[in-house]
């Protein structure tokens, strides 16, 4: 007997994915959670349906939303990270030398935990004693913060890693939200956040461009190979007030990118710029 | 009522689309060819149940292997295609100012046929002057070029527009097709070759890329975003006798690139050098 996993990625595209056997299923507060053991990936997390990452694949996705913004602030020492309980962006960050704190604001406690039992390889840095832990809205927080208005409490990078934008995650895709987050950035600040896929997702890049493009100097958009996620495509939009994303921080100058590189499957320090040099399909989405 | 087609792209993954309706159905001498209307990718050619490409995306593999081998070229002329009877490769080579003469070589006449048919925006090149069309096998017709050994019958650009490695494409993966169409290349060719995934693939990379490395002094590899393909990352393998392929070649500095570059959606003079720049785990692939 053979059981297939599948995921209806658009209305009229999906993937199937053959499993080996169900590791886990639970419905927390805020959303079905699923662990599937499978053949092609390995152990795969499954939200509401939609796969986060595979354990063969999941350094893309992590290595591309936590390394980049990092490496192109020139000290990145306070790191705020929405969603992203997994902690596969947490593990990521630690790689960055300047790192001092990093906030991670989970809105569902559950995912934090299954993470610790069934993915220990991705969830390793969340012990890290620089991690702290909060499991609420990261739409709250942010506006917390920002009402707070302390720049001492401000972080130099905000990293957003959320699920699709529908259930739990669509308000991180709003105005709003963008406009609370800056505020809670400190005048270096670098914003970066998955922003789906070039191919199907065009218009919300298009859409959340736009907004990123009125609240920051300086945005941009750049791209990495996924799997399981649709159309295997996938981009993240930054939004910075002073460092260009695409570059490399000279403050990195003495940095041993040798080991950076031998831990890492994916990025480089030829990746990185890279991943912002676009098809013209993709220029097009942005104009 | 829904119809969807489903492909294995391994034994435990796959795709599917949902299919509006079935515009086209046969077996050929060769191989199984089916046209589906898609809602997602508009019109799709499936060959022996695998999607050989979509109307909405085709633009990124055919742009890919006809244009970057081509404008690493200095004066590239006289092009080989093995298959492509779709004629999406011999559109892309006809936008280089250089080519004089394209012979493409399709094993399976039918799908020229239906490509004409269906596809009169990939097709369009098939009825240029510039292109001979031989209904043959390509390993007998690189073979018997070698064989003949003249040169200036010999080709400046091969490039391999192949399905995957089973079935009638079989023979094009192997070492006595890649050293017969290195002996039908002139002194200053270049080879290229559609080479499979990455994630998936990686073992079929590596052989090819050491029979290339054992029969070209430079050997590269380049990758394209492709949704329909298994895991949405597509790999190309260079063997060049003496330009490298990851550079524009100088010969192009009077070329209209912005008149290119708005015919094309995915190939620019940014995106040629880029596509060679690969993460880690496939130059690890390579080594």
Known sequence: MEAWFFENQTGNFGIKIRIESILFHEFSDFQEITIYDTLEFGKVLVLDKAVMFAEKNEFVYHEMLGLVPLFSHEKPERILIIGGGDGGV????????FVRQIDLVEIDKKVIDVSKEFFPEIACGLDDKRVRILAEDGIEFVKRVN????????YDVILVDSTDPVGPAEGLFRRDFYEAAAGSLNGRGIFA????SPFFNGSLIKDVGKIIEDIYPKRSLYCASIPVYPSGLWSFTTGSKKY???????SYKDF??????????????????ASFILPNFIKEIMK
Do not use: M, W
């Open 90 to 97: 947490v593990r990521e960050c630690l790689k960055n030398p």
């Open 147 to 154: 009402a707070g208005g302390i720049e001492s409490q401000k």
């Open 193 to 196: 956040a998955q922003t789906e």
């Open 244 to 250: 260009d994303a695409e570059i490399i921080n000279g």
């Open 256 to 273: 041993d990118f040798l080991q950076l590189e031998a831990d890492s499957k994916y990025y480089s320090r030829e990746i990185h710029p």
